[in-house]
């Protein structure tokens, strides 16, 4: 007599890892990705500080990763930027830093750039006060 198999005989679809492209959306297999990092002043890595200022890229085909490329080629370089992006890191995570003392061991930022990123930020904020309705 024919005797069917438990769920235990079956073997199950491994799931296969998928990656979403930056540029498109489209969803595809994570083995098929193009990926690389672009120079980007408002990138802080949330726990490498050396890939600071640098941006991960993931796109579907290398088309799609070069317009993405192209689009980061063009846009400026501001180290106040970048030094706001690691306040802000310093700033968000872990134990609060609140003297300009922590502020600098937990960013590796001289008082005069973490000055210069705090007006940098803050002019920011008053740009998009002006430019918001
Ligand atoms: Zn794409």
Known sequence: MWKRKG????RAARPVPMELC???ARVFPE???VRGYVPDSSAAHATQPCFDGLRLITACCDDHFDVIKDG???RP???EELWA???TRA???GTPALSMDQLGCRTGLQDPQIRAAIAWHNE???EQQRTDP
């Open 7 to 10: 769920r235990k005989g079956r």
């Open 91 to 93: 700033l968000t995570t």
């Open 31 to 33: 083995d098929d990705a």
């Open 85 to 87: 992006a690691k306040l």
């Open 22 to 24: 930056d540029l498109c």
């Open 77 to 79: 370089f501001v180290e």
């Open 72 to 74: 980061y080629a063009h």
């Open 124 to 126: 920011r904020m008053r």
